[in-house]
């Protein structure tokens, strides 16, 4: 997620009004563009071999993302 990442997600958090199913709150994770870019970097500048997992830290509610970008 990110100002400059246009996906189907982020084209769907920045929806005025976000659909979802009545009583379906998934969890769900998601990563901002610098932290992606952030561990690309670190992998490319210390020739890290191997694949990775990058993920946030923890997850949210659909909700509480819903409401925490200003969508209803």
Same mark, same amino acid.
């Given at each position: 997620? &990110?100002? =400059?990442?246009? =996906?189907?997600?982020?084209?769907? *958090?920045?929806?005025?009004? !976000?659909?979802? @199913? @009545?009583? *379906?709150?998934? @969890?769900?994770?998601? !990563? /901002?563009?610098?932290?992606?870019?952030?561990?690309? *970097? /670190?992998?490319?500048?210390?020739?890290?071999?191997?694949?990775?997992? #990058?993920?946030?830290?923890? #997850?949210?509610?659909?909700?509480?993302?819903?409401?925490?970008? &200003?969508?209803?």
């Amino acid at each position: 997620m &990110g100002p =400059n990442v246009r =996906n189907a997600p982020s084209r769907y *958090f920045r929806l005025r009004v !976000i659909p979802t @199913m @009545m009583g *379906f709150d998934p @969890m769900v994770q998601l !990563i /901002h563009e610098d932290d992606v870019l952030a561990a690309l *970097f /670190h992998a490319v500048a210390n020739d890290v071999p191997g694949v990775f997992n #990058v993920a946030a830290e923890d #997850v949210l509610p659909l909700n509480r993302i819903r409401g925490l970008a &200003g969508s209803k």
